[in-house]
Nanobody, 122 residues
């Protein structure tokens, strides 16, 4: 499975961006997809995940971000609204081929994209 993110860029605080994650290869193996982010000098943190038909969010983005998928196109989206400077990070898409309940950890994910940079200016 290969994952490619797109949609990052520079946006002012309060603005919106939509990230896309395109999956190719044995996409039938994907059970869940997550978004993580890594700010400069910090560890990689959970942002959102979609597992079966349920969605999960980190507390810091709940109500502002929305994860969705288009199975027909093998795409997963992350709609980000009301962006804040602290949302600045490289955003990574990840895919899990097992039914892991620990979707908020990086370790269960088997495949990762290369990341896309989101910069929010104040």
């Amino acid at each position: 499975v290969q994952l490619v993110e797109s949609g990052g860029g520079l946006v002012q605080a309060g603005g919106s961006l939509r990230l896309s994650c395109a999956a190719s290869g044995r996409t039938v193996d994907i059970y869940a997809t997550g978004w993580f982010r890594q700010a400069p000098g910090k560890g990689r943190e959970f942002v959102a995940a979609i597992r079966r038909s349920r969605t999960y969010y980190a507390g810091s983005v709940k109500g502002r971000f929305a994860i969705s998928r288009d199975n027909g196109k093998n795409l997963v989206y992350l709609q980000m609204n009301s962006l804040k400077p602290e949302d600045t990070a490289v955003y990574y898409c990840a895919a899990d081929k097992d039914d892991s309940t620990f979707y908020y950890f990086t370790s269960p994910y088997d495949y990762w994209g290369q990341g896309t940079l989101v910069t929010v200016s104040s």
